[in-house]
């Protein structure tokens, strides 16, 4: 059974930074497309942040852009997120997901291996 397991979630105030980490274990990330997608309360799931395993090229939704960078190293079966400049609209629970569709989407559908979400609380 495929497992990803989030972690680096918290509490920071605006402006600040924080980095989340996805590993996977059970199969070898190189393999699969990785995004990154978040859900505040009463709103639906959303895509942030997705790096494909065919050429590494990265896609993102335009709340996020030039703050978030999402990247992967194959080696470690760890995917990231660095989130930078946060404001309280970031503050959502995070869940990172793996697709094997070699160019990655910000689609929820395409992707088949979720993990438990890490909760992101931007606040003064």
């Known amino acids: 059974q495929v497992q990803l397991v989030e972690s680096g979630g918290g509490l920071v105030q605006p402006g600040g930074s924080l980095r989340l980490s996805c590993a996977v274990s059970?199969?070898?990330?190189?393999?699969?497309?990785i995004g990154w997608f978040r859900q505040a309360p009463g709103k639906e799931r959303e895509g942030v942040a997705g790096i494909s395993s065919q050429d590494g090229s990265t896609y993102y939704a335009d709340s996020v852009k030039g703050r978030f960078t999402i990247s992967r190293d194959n080696a470690k079966n760890t995917g990231y997120l660095q989130m930078n400049n946060l404001n309280s609209e970031d503050t959502a629970v995070y869940y990172c997901a793996a697709s094997d569709w070699a160019i990655a989407t910000l689609s929820r559908s395409s992707y088949a291996y979720w993990g438990q979400g890490t909760q992101v609380t931007v606040s003064s």
């Open positions: 059970k199969f070898p990330l190189e393999y699969y497309s």
